[in-house]
């Protein structure tokens, strides 16, 4: 089996309402992806080999979901150079900006291309993946542009009352 440019992995089932926007925009896309349960807290060993086989395997970009002590993403970024790209998820104690701040405050020299907490950031974390492989897929790069395009023209000129 050949393994898909994009790898979606989380911290917990639970994030999974979230991180489905990331497949369905991926979907959309026509980007083929996987998608893991993988905890740096709950199951170490998974992520240390999701980690040191992602190069290998031919994973192009990785997004990263995790919420509260999001140590997901970051602990990922450090184990492979594969772009990881970190989605904080919201949680109900502090409305995810722990999950944000947990992701995004990195230590110099391992970056987490950190997007916007919960499903926003999901569905971005997708079009910042496809990005970055329309860098060498011309097709990937045409359907990006089309969805961009349809996106603009969606947006109406003036608000309505209703
Ligand atoms: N932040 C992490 C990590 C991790 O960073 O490794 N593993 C699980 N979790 C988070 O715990 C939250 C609650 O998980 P449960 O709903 O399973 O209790 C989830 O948002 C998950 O991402």
């Known amino acids: 089996m050949t393994t898909p440019p994009v790898g979606i992995i989380m911290g917990s089932q639970s ?5 489905r926007e ?3 925009l991926l979907d959309e896309l026509a ?3 996987e998608s893991k349960i993988v905890s740096a807290h709950r199951t170490p060993d998974r992520l240390w080999e999701y980690g ?7 994973l192009q970009v990785i997004i990263a979901g995790a919420g509260g002590a999001a140590h997901l993403p970051g602990m990922m970024a450090s184990k492979t150079r594969v772009p990881v790209i970190g989605v904080p998820v919201q949680t109900k104690a502090l409305s995810g900006v722990d999950s944000l701040y947990s992701i995004l405050q990195m230590p110099k020299g391992f970056p987490v291309a950190t997007m916007a907490i919960g499903s926003a950031g999901a569905a971005n974390a997708a079009l910042m993946a496809a990005s970055i492989l329309a860098l060498q ?5 045409a359907r990006l ?17 209703d």
Do not use: F, H
């Open 15 to 19: 994030d999974w309402a979230t991180m």
């Open 22 to 24: 990331a497949a369905m």
């Open 31 to 33: 980007i083929a992806y």
């Open 52 to 58: 040191k086989t992602a190069v290998d395997r031919g």
């Open 137 to 141: 897929d011309a097709d990937v790069a």
């Open 145 to 161: 542009d089309a969805w961009r395009e349809a996106l603009s023209a969606s947006i109406p000129e003036e608000p309505t009352d």
